[in-house]
Nanobody
Framework: QVQLVESGGGLVQAGGSLRLSCAASGRTFSSYAMAWFRQAPGKEREFVAAINWTGSSTYYADSVKGRFTISRDNAKNTGYLQMNSLKPEDTAVYYC?????????????????WGQGTQVTVSS
């Protein structure tokens, strides 16, 4: 069993930066792929970024490519999402998720563990 806890959300002005963290319990996290998703009010949850178990492969949604960076530190059982050049349309609750597989999926339905979410609000 893996438990995920996000942190690092908050209120930031457009153009600013935030770094989200996803702390995982359980020794198996380092062998799982992980991803970040987000859900804005009135919208469906959407894929943001994903990373494989070693960190050697990543994938980004077009909307965040070049602005966001996903990474992980398996020694610390923690994943990260560095968000730069934030825009008001990035406002959402951000969730980290882990998948019992070495490689990532772009579909939320293929993830087995979820955090509770952290709010990111970008003001214009």
């Amino acid at each position: 069993q893996v438990q995920l806890v996000e942190s690092g959300g908050g209120l930031v002005q457009a153009g600013g930066s935030l770094r989200l963290s996803c702390a995982a319990s359980g020794r198996t996290f380092s062998s799982y792929a992980m991803a970040w998703f987000r859900q804005a009010p009135g919208k469906e949850r959407e894929f943001v970024a994903a990373i494989n178990w070693t960190g050697s492969s990543t994938y980004y949604a077009d909307s965040v490519k070049g602005r966001f960076t996903i990474s992980r530190d398996n020694a610390k059982n923690t994943g990260y999402l560095q968000m730069n050049s934030l825009k008001p349309e990035d406002t959402a609750v951000y969730y980290c998720a882990a998948r019992r597989a070495a490689f990532y999926s772009l579909s939320q339905y293929n993830y087995d563990y979820w955090g509770q979410g952290t709010q990111v609000t970008v003001s214009s």
